[in-house]
């Protein structure tokens, strides 16, 4: 379902040269064939070989039987060589590219730019346990949930990558210095779910592997993989965890700089808080209208608690899911919402245990070069088994009768499985690789509410009253998960950079408080969301990004007025790939007008 795109080996020795030769001295073929050179370059020799886990995952298996080297001197090495390849990328002119390549550079050169702030200033690597723990799984993880090779070929694969966890978790240990408690937390609470992914999960995926050599060495490195996060585990609780005192904040300047690396905005932070309350407090107000629609005697509190009861028993979860598929493409086909390029539905699992801790509903997809195995998988997180029955009722909250539509609708149709399917329209490896979160969660979010403003779920002509009345229930299911991004957008900025606060400081209680206040969320969820902002510290790209694309399309439909198609605009917007916002509005309306 994709294409590699490749370079000729024709252009041979002088084209290595041409790399790092000044692109102004360059026809523009020649920036071009350069540029394209070097992009293949940089992906080999620095983006999958310093991440071999990735190059599993996007569907690139010469890497399955390597594992990250984590160690502080591969880190320097790998730090490097990126900025080698920063040189390298800014040594080209894009005055001498097409504006498409132009824009591929400049993707490029802020995802080099952003590993750098990561590697040399976030510096996870010194700061989260959870890197190492979970990230081992996640390496294996991506190994056994696909069949993109016969069972015996991965099974190999995955020994050897199992084989390097025990030093992977050796070099944590020297590496990890005063963490935030909270990333120590996180990592502790995940890691009995790591423990059990290879005692039951690794073993069971496996189990119709018939080499004896193999199972034996399996059986070795499986129990060593057991015994090395067991005594890691004890080792975060025993010593880590008391000595994790560290501060999980960005900071303002860091922060500005990641926002404009990974989704190129650069709105000042203040603006960006005015934009967020804004879309809150429109949202709030949107719930408060229809709520009163819904049963007049009662507040909006009183009904989002009524919404809260109105969900599937948790063994039902992933059938309500998949209920939603077929009403959702055939509205989408009927109301020409988009083009939807294959009829495959993706397959329903639950969420593996690595990411439960901070995730509800995820959706993944093959890689962009996967040609073995092209199924795409909707993760849902179930309860666990050891919850309490209240812990049970809060998290089944979140997938109440109007969430379950939304969520499907983002994460599937025509959400993040329909950009999916799109992938093999891409312009670029670039495009297919380096992927904008504006861009990509951005869209998700956007399809929620465009689905409901086009009429998806509208009540029939001559409605009973109960039909109605279900209808408002799922756009007050829309509005919460809205009002939860607008959360996750004003935390984000307060939790890193204490923009507006007294004193430059927003706590992790606050920010809880603020979920459930302000974001409508119950508290178990808002304890989720406000974890997972400590450590995904731009994740207001959801609202962010979905009001990029609703001025996009505003403008657009502004220049083109009666010509103007939704069906046209959503594919347009597909062909242009995972790019920044700002990359697609440049295509589209041919000027760099402000993003919003």
Known sequence: ????????????????????????????????????????????????HFS???????????????LEDYSAANIQKQVAALHDYEKKVEAIDSSALDAP?????????NSIKSKLLTLEVIRP?????????????NSI?????????????????????????????????KNLQNPPRIFTEIALEQIDGDISFFQHDVPEAFADATDPDDKAAFAKSNAAVIDALQSYAAWMKTDLLPRSNGDFRLGADTFRKKLSYDEMVDIPLDRLLQIAFTDLHRNQAEFARIAKEVDPTKTPQQVLAELATIHPAPDQLLNSFQNTFNSLVGFIDTHHIITIPSKVEPTLEETPPFMRATTF???????????????????????????????????MASFNVGTIISTSVHEAYPGHYVQFLWMPEFPSKIRKVLGSNTNIEGWAHYCEQMMLD??????????????????????????????????????????????????????????????VKEGYQSRSV?????????????????????????????????????????????????????????????????NDSPVL
Do not use: C
């Not at 030769?21 to 026809?27: G, M």
């Not at 390549?101 to 050169?109: G, K, M, P, S, T």
């Not at 056994?144 to 050796?170: D, G, H, S, T, V």
């Not at 198609?565 to 594919?571: A, R, W």
């Open 454 to 515: 086009e009429g998806y779920d509208a009540p029939p002509p001559n409605a009973t009253p109960e039909q109605v009345r279900e209808s408002r229930l799922v756009r007050l299911g829309q509005i919460q998960d809205a009002l939860l991004r607008d959360a996750r957008f004003v935390n984000s900025i307060k939790l890193h950079t204490g923009e507006g606060e007294p004193g430059g400081k927003w706590t992790i209680q606050q920010a809880e408080d603020f979920f």
């Open 361 to 395: 509903a995820s959706m993944d997809p093959p890689g962009p070069f996967e040609t073995h195995s092209t199924k795409a998988y909707f993760n849902v997180t179930l309860p666990e088994k050891d919850w309490t029955p209240e812990h049970v009722a809060e998290h």
């Open 125 to 137: 690597w010194q700061k989260n346990p959870d890197t190492y723990s979970s990230g081992v799984t």
């Open 1 to 48: 379902m994709t294409r590699k795109i490749s370079v000729s080996l024709a252009l041979g020795t002088a084209l290595l040269m041409s790399a790092i030769t000044p692109a102004q001295n360059l026809s523009a073929d020649g920036a071009a064939q350069t540029f394209s050179y070097l992009t293949d370059q940089y992906f080999s020799d620095v983006y999958y």
């Open 526 to 590: 808002a304890e989720v969301e406000t974890k997972r902002g400590t450590s995904d510290p731009t994740y207001l790209y959801y609202t962010l990004g979905k009001l990029e694309i609703m001025k996009l399309r505003t403008d657009l439909q502004k220049k083109e007025g009666p010509a103007f198609n939704l069906e046209q605009f959503h594919d347009d917007f597909m062909r242009q790939g995972f790019a920044p916002i700002k990359v697609i509005r440049h295509a589209m309306l041919h």
């Open 101 to 109: 390549v132009a824009a591929d550079r400049d993707i490029l050169l």
């Open 141 to 173: 993880f991506v190994i056994m949930e696909r069949p993109y090779a016969p069972i015996n070929i991965r099974f190999r694969a995955a020994i050897e990558r199992e084989k390097q966890i025990p030093q992977a978790l050796a070099e944590a240990r």
């Open 52 to 66: 071999p886990t990735s190059g599993t995952s996007d569907g690139l298996h010469q890497y399955d039987t390597q």
